[in-house]
């Protein structure tokens, strides 16, 4: 996929990694790859996105399904079940490229204060995520578009965008 067929192109490295996002404007000229410009945000990645749906989505199922009003993600005694959160949520994530619904099934959450290992299932839909994603890929859209305005080009200069990363 690194073959074009003039000898002098501009090409767009689009990274959304799970922890950062970086972009950078290279060129290829004689067979030659030179980075023209870069940007990123060190604070933007997949993580992010999969904390977002964590706390709108699945935090309030849980508080609604068990009552629990204590339950954060700040608070150390809901450590354990916020990371099982996150995982799944990440691996939903994946599924929910594919098809518009996923099923979370966690078969132990938490334990309950009898010593019950209680269970949460939740069908996430992406629907539900789309509008929570959006302002994730907007961020890294501004980006692209300032690393663009530096260099005083557009997107009509690049003949590719290549995608990196998880997200």
């Known amino acids: 996929g690194f073959q074009s067929k003039s000898d002098k192109v501009l090409w767009m490295i689009y990274d959304f990694g799970g922890g950062t996002?970086?972009?950078?404007?290279?060129?290829?000229?004689?067979?030659?790859?030179?980075i023209v410009n870069h940007g990123g945000d060190e604070y933007l990645g997949g993580k992010d996105i999969d904390w977002k749906i964590v706390e709108q989505?699945?935090?309030?199922?849980?508080?609604?399904?068990?009552?629990?009003?204590?339950?954060?993600?700040?608070?150390?005694?809901?450590?354990?079940?916020?990371?099982?959160?996150?995982?799944?949520?990440?691996?939903?994530?994946?599924?929910?490229s594919r098809k518009p619904v996923y099923p979370i099934i966690i078969p132990h959450l938490y334990q309950d204060g009898?010593?019950?290992?209680m269970e949460f299932e939740?069908?996430?839909?992406?629907?539900?995520?789309?509008?929570?994603?959006?302002?994730?890929?907007?961020?890294?859209?501004?980006?692209?578009?300032k690393v663009l305005e530096e260099k005083r080009?557009?997107?009509?200069?690049?003949?590719?965008i290549i995608l990196v990363g998880g997200p």
């Open 21 to 34: 996002f970086d972009v950078a404007i290279v060129q290829v000229r004689d067979g030659q790859i030179q």
């Open 57 to 96: 989505l699945l935090v309030p199922a849980v508080q609604k399904e068990y009552g629990l009003t204590d339950f954060t993600r700040g608070n150390p005694k809901w450590k354990t079940a916020f990371d099982q959160l996150k995982y799944h949520v990440e691996e939903a994530k994946i599924q929910l």
């Open 114 to 117: 009898q010593g019950k290992l």
């Open 122 to 145: 939740y069908e996430l839909q992406r629907s539900a995520i789309d509008p929570l994603i959006e302002p994730f890929v907007v961020r890294s859209i501004d980006i692209c578009k």
């Open 153 to 160: 080009l557009s997107t009509g200069n690049l003949e590719k």
